[in-house]
């Protein structure tokens, strides 16, 4: 079964840094690329940023380039978001999301809970 | 820059019935559009993929259709289950999703 588990969320004031994390499993990692997207509070989803099976190619939307990196772990089947310079307009729910090749085709077939980064002072 | 709209807003639709969704992209997108659907408190769960290809276990009620810059999803019989957000989403260029169809029961 395909499991993706994020950490790292919470709490940071304007221009802080915060570093997520998501766990896989149930899949060959090194296979697939992989993506992060947010959701804003009652808002709608907002692609952040890919990253090849390789770990090769990186790929960012421009409202992050940047600030934040893509990075993968494939020893340890962990995908990686820094966060840096952060703004008030990135609280939101952050996924991690498994696209279906190894490099990005940009759907998803599977998503983690996600996890909350909020910034505020 | 594409802009993807879907309508409408919120569609009131009574459990049985069918449910027609649209989406618009403000340029072609091919065939590279994904439907998902979103519950509260939940991640999306990918529905179809390729305009028209159901993802695995996606029950055969769900069905994608159109190409270019029209797109429609439909539910052929609204279970309980079904009532949630549901968001197209271009990926022929840079991944852009739609604003979204809040789907409640009538």
């Known amino acids: 079964e395909v499991q993706l588990v994020e950490s790292g969320g919470g709490l940071v004031q304007p221009g802080g840094s915060l570093r997520l994390s998501c766990a896989a499993s149930?899949?060959?990692?090194?296979?697939?690329?992989m993506s992060w997207v947010r959701q804003a509070p009652g808002k709608g989803l907002e692609w952040v940023s890919a990253?090849?099976?390789?770990?090769?190619?990186?790929y960012y939307a421009d409202s992050v380039k940047g600030r934040f990196t893509i990075s993968r772990d494939n020893s340890k089947n962990t995908l990686y978001l820094q966060m840096n310079s952060l703004r008030a307009e990135d609280t939101a729910v952050y996924y991690c999301?498994?696209?279906?090749?190894?490099?990005?085709?940009?759907?998803?077939?599977?998503w983690g809970q996600g996890t909350l980064v909020t910034v505020s002072s | 820059e594409i802009v993807m709209t879907q309508s409408p807003a919120t569609l009131s639709v009574s459990p049985g019935e069918r449910a027609t969704l649209s989406c618009r992209a403000s340029q072609s997108v091919s065939s590279n559009l994904a439907w998902y659907q979103q519950k509260p408190g939940q991640a999306p769960r990918l529905l179809i993929y390729g305009a028209s290809t159901r993802a695995t276990g996606i029950p055969a009620r769900f069905s994608g259709s159109g190409s270019g810059t029209e797109f429609t999803l439909t539910i052929s019989s609204l279970q309980s289950e079904d009532f949630a957000v549901y968001y197209c989403q271009q990926y022929n260029n840079w991944p852009l999703f739609g604003q979204g169809t809040r789907l409640e029961i009538k």
């Open positions: 149930g899949f060959t990692f090194s296979s697939y690329a």
């Open positions: 990253i090849s099976g390789s770990g090769g190619s990186t």
């Open positions: 999301a498994k696209d279906l090749e190894n490099l990005p085709n940009y759907y998803f077939d599977y």
